[in-house]
Structure formats: structure tokens, C-alpha cells
């Protein structure tokens, strides 16, 4: 049982490039989150996914897409990368209102 | 829009020392709050709380929530350097189900 995984766990990009972040979780759970995570800042919510085929904006959605591929798996993509999104990236996941279960993280750093 | 605000910032205790974090929130629709510890990696869960003057413990650590003052509080207890972290809290409500509002986060030391 993994719990929350995700890929990669580092990653450097030029400024415009693009990539995907991956998140899976093994729980079962119906929900699923992307968080930034920025010093000084706590935990911003990018995007999230209250089920399978939903996703909703956060608080800071602007420069990312999402997909909810199935129940266990939800991915966050970058299109044209910028400085601005140099952060600490952390899925999670939740089973309705109880606790959320966070992945290990992916460091990001956009040169 | 939902809003949570913890103090202080930051906090540099020695070992043995009894700390008191808080987290103080404005929101359309309570639902629960929670408080995670973040050391080097994932955030891990503290407590949920979601009624008013319950106190959960675990160890040395204990939280109550206060829904007419809107506010909780994390209490640590006889301090140890393991105990550094940051310390999250998060407002679960509004109008999306499970959606989590996070606070800027309590940065504590602990020094031997």
C-alpha cells in the first residue's frame, strides 16, 4: 500500500517549455488535489478533482491544466512554463471530509 | 472567500518548553478543521476537529476549536528538536465539498 505517488520527484525546465506532473493514490479515494507550496505561503490549492470525470479551479489555477485520468490517478500540466511557477508541487488525496493524504512532493525549478 | 490565518510565524523554543500555535479562520461554511506537521517532506495529519470546546489529544500534542470565536489552537507540550516543523493548519467547507484552505503555516525550532 503507497499510499500517494508522485513523479518525478525533481525536475528543472526553461522557461517555456512544458511537462506534466504524475499523481496516483491507492486508497480508493474520490478526491484528489494539487497544491503549491511556496516559502511564506502554506499551501495554495491549484486544482482539484471532488471525483472521477470532475475537476474544479483553486485558488491559484492560472498557467495549469489537470486531467483525472481514472479513480486512482490525477496529472497536472505545465503548457509554457514560467520562473513564476518555481515551487514545491504536492498531490493528495481524500475520502470526502476526512483527512487529505499528501504525496512525497516534486520540487520544480523554471530557469 | 474562505480565509485562515495562523500565529506566529515563527517560533524558537528550547527542548521542555510548552508551545501554543494558532489558527484563526473566516469561512461561508464550516465544515471542519485540521492541522497537519510538514518536516522535511508530505505534510502528515495532526487532528480533525470539527466540534466546539472537544479537545483531541495524542501525546503530547492536544488541539481544541473554538466555532464561536473562530479560531483552534495546537498545543505541544514538553518540547523536543523532533517536534520541528511547520505547522499547517487547514479549513475544510465553503461551497466545495473537501476542498482544504490553508494557513501560511507556524515555522517552530526547537534547540536542545
Known amino acids: 500500500n503507497a499510499g500517494v505517488t508522485q513523479t518525478p520527484k525533481f525536475q528543472v525546465l526553461k522557461t517555456g517549455q512544458s511537462m506534466t506532473l504524475q499523481c496516483a493514490q491507492d486508497m480508493n479515494h474520490n478526491s484528489m488535489y494539487w497544491y503549491r507550496q511556496d516559502p511564506g505561503m502554506g499551501l495554495r490549492l491549484i486544482y482539484y478533482s471532488a471525483s472521477e470525470g470532475t475537476t474544479d479551479k483553486g485558488e491559484v489555477p492560472n498557467g495549469y491544466n489537470v486531467s483525472r485520468l481514472n479513480k486512482r490517478e490525477f496529472s497536472l500540466r505545465l503548457e509554457s512554463a514560467a520562473p513564476s511557477q518555481t515551487s514545491v508541487y504536492f498531490c493528495?488525496?481524500?475520502?470526502?471530509?476526512?483527512?487529505?493524504?499528501f504525496g512525497p512532493g516534486t520540487r520544480l525549478t523554471v530557469t | 472567500e474562505d480565509k485562515v490565518v495562523q500565529s506566529p510565524l515563527s517560533l524558537v523554543v528550547h527542548e521542555g518548553d510548552t508551545v501554543t500555535l494558532n489558527c484563526s479562520y473566516e469561512?461561508?461554511?464550516?465544515?471542519?478543521l485540521l492541522w497537519y506537521k510538514q518536516e522535511k517532506k508530505a505534510p502528515t495529519f495532526l487532528f480533525m476537529l470539527t466540534s466546539s470546546g472537544i479537545e483531541k489529544k495524542s501525546g503530547r500534542l492536544s488541539s481544541i476549536l473554538d466555532k464561536k470565536e473562530l479560531f483552534s489552537i495546537l498545543n505541544i507540550t514538553a518540547t523536543q528538536t523532533g517536534d520541528s516543523a511547520i505547522y499547517l493548519c487547514g479549513h475544510a467547507g465553503g461551497t466545495s465539498y473537501g476542498k482544504l484552505t490553508f494557513g501560511q503555516g507556524t515555522i517552530l525550532t526547537v534547540h536542545p
Open positions: 469561512v461561508t461554511n464550516f465544515r471542519s
Open positions: 493528495a488525496s481524500s475520502e470526502a471530509l476526512y483527512e487529505q493524504y
